[in-house]
């Protein structure tokens, strides 16, 4: 089983795509999961683990706050970059997230040049001793 360096965790197929075109263009390969649920479930069954995961905050089953608590409470998985990437603006939100774990909150950007940003800055993150 091939895996990517980044995990990203969204119910939005067009975020998705628009996400994807971007880390591909900077040399990123990606994983992607629907909800928490199978991230988790994901993430028992590889043998290499990403170096980033990038949660979306309202998913189903599981959302991104739920999916943070439970990867960061799991010593297999709580040293592993974790970052929120969501439409949501809310500051306390943003904040709970933070205090949770998450290594940054960011907002889905509206331009192709924003997201290709954003992929440059995930990219970033990939690398050994970034955090």
Do not use: W
């Not at 990038?54 to 010593?75: A, C, F, I, Q, Y």
């Not at 954003?118 to 690398?127: D, K, N, V």
Request: net charge negative; glycine share 4%; charged share 25%.
């Amino acid at each position: 089983m091939q895996h990517g360096k980044i995990l990203m965790v969204d119910d939005d197929p067009e975020e998705l795509n628009l996400i994807e075109e971007a880390l591909l263009e900077v040399g990123q390969k990606v994983h992607y999961e629907e909800n928490g649920i199978e991230a988790l479930n994901y993430l028992n069954n590889c043998t290499l683990l990403p170096r980033l995961i990038v949660l979306d905050l309202n998913m189903p089953k599981l959302n991104g706050t739920e999916t943070l608590v439970r990867l960061k409470s799991d010593h297999r998985y709580k040293n592993i970059t974790v970052v929120i990437y969501s439409t949501s603006v809310n500051a306390v939100e943003k904040e709970k997230c933070m205090k949770l774990g998450a290594h940054s909150y960011i907002c889905k950007p509206l331009s192709y040049a924003d997201t290709l940003s954003t992929a440059q800055y995930f990219s970033m993150l990939c690398e050994p001793n970034a955090t």
